[in-house]
């Protein structure tokens, strides 16, 4: 894997937990929640490219 895409996957991890944690404790509600991991989904499929 480059870096660059274990940078990405790294960095897609650690965002995809803190949102299911902000969701888990009811801070957000899941369509802001898919909202954000779906951001983070896109930046990864660049990565891979």
Do not use: C, P, W
Not at 18 to 45: P, Q, W
């Amino acid at each position: 894997m480059s870096d660059d895409l274990e940078d990405a996957v790294a960095q897609f991890l650690s965002d995809y937990n803190s949102a299911m944690s902000e969701y888990d404790k009811g801070y957000v509600d899941a369509d802001a929640t898919l909202s954000v991991i779906d951001s983070h989904v896109e930046a990864l499929r660049e990565a891979r490219e």
